[in-house]
């Protein structure tokens, strides 16, 4: 995954930050780099997934040009010690989730939960957390590389085609959440395709960058 989105998502995650998340939600730190390394890609491909989609796709431009400038990742050590900004990071954070991952959200928690050992609880206090620092980073690389409506969709477009080609077990996930086709009759959807994320070339690297390995 050369050049890879989530990859350098995964950087921004180093232990200082994955220990400030773990003692956030009272979790053991090693799960914890786990979940954020399930979690990233399932929220990158989720985004991507609806930037597929013309209006979803301008309302995720006007979001990031509007509020996810990057400056999160500046001040994500402060944020990430409690308080105030963690609340506002984590209702922000909802409010992404409503639109990205609609009605699969449980079933994606139940995927990181099933992959890192945290339990689902804790994940519902996670995912909030990451999704704004995703479009904050997402943001920083469409300011810094100058990039519009059009360009947010094909970095989106080319990160998904990437993590599927790296890891069809992934792929798998990916198209799932893409397709809506988690309340599929006769099948779990996300949730049995699962398997083990963290044990694929791609999961493997994610989770090799935060734990720096």
Do not use: C
């Amino acid at each position: 995954m050369n050049n890879s989105l989530v990859q350098g998502l995964a950087s921004e995650f180093d232990g200082q930050r994955v220990a400030q998340i773990s003692n956030l939600l009272g979790a053991d730190q090693e799960q914890t780099a786990k979940a954020i390394a399930a979690a990233l890609p399932m929220l990158v491909g989720s985004m991507a997934g609806a930037a597929e989609e013309p209006t979803q796709r301008a309302a995720m431009f006007g979001a990031v040009q509007g509020d996810h400038d990057g400056s999160i990742l500046d001040m994500l050590g402060p944020m990430l010690a409690g308080g105030y900004a963690t609340r506002v990071l984590g209702a922000d954070g909802n409010r992404i989730l409503g639109h990205v991952l609609g009605a699969n959200q449980p079933q994606v928690e139940t995927v990181v939960a099933k992959n890192s050992g945290l339990s689902s609880s804790l994940i519902q206090k996670l995912l909030p957390i990451l999704a704004p620092i995703v479009m904050g980073y997402i943001g920083r690389k469409l300011r810094g590389d100058n990039l519009d409506e059009g360009g947010l969709g094909s970095v989106l477009g080319n990160e998904k085609a990437q993590m599927k080609q790296a890891d069809s077990g992934l792929g798998g996930l990916l198209d799932v959440l893409a397709g809506g086709q988690s309340q599929q009759a006769g099948g779990g959807g996300l949730a049995d395709l699962a398997g083990d994320l963290l044990g694929g070339p791609a999961g493997k690297a994610i989770l090799g960058q935060i734990l720096g390995r």
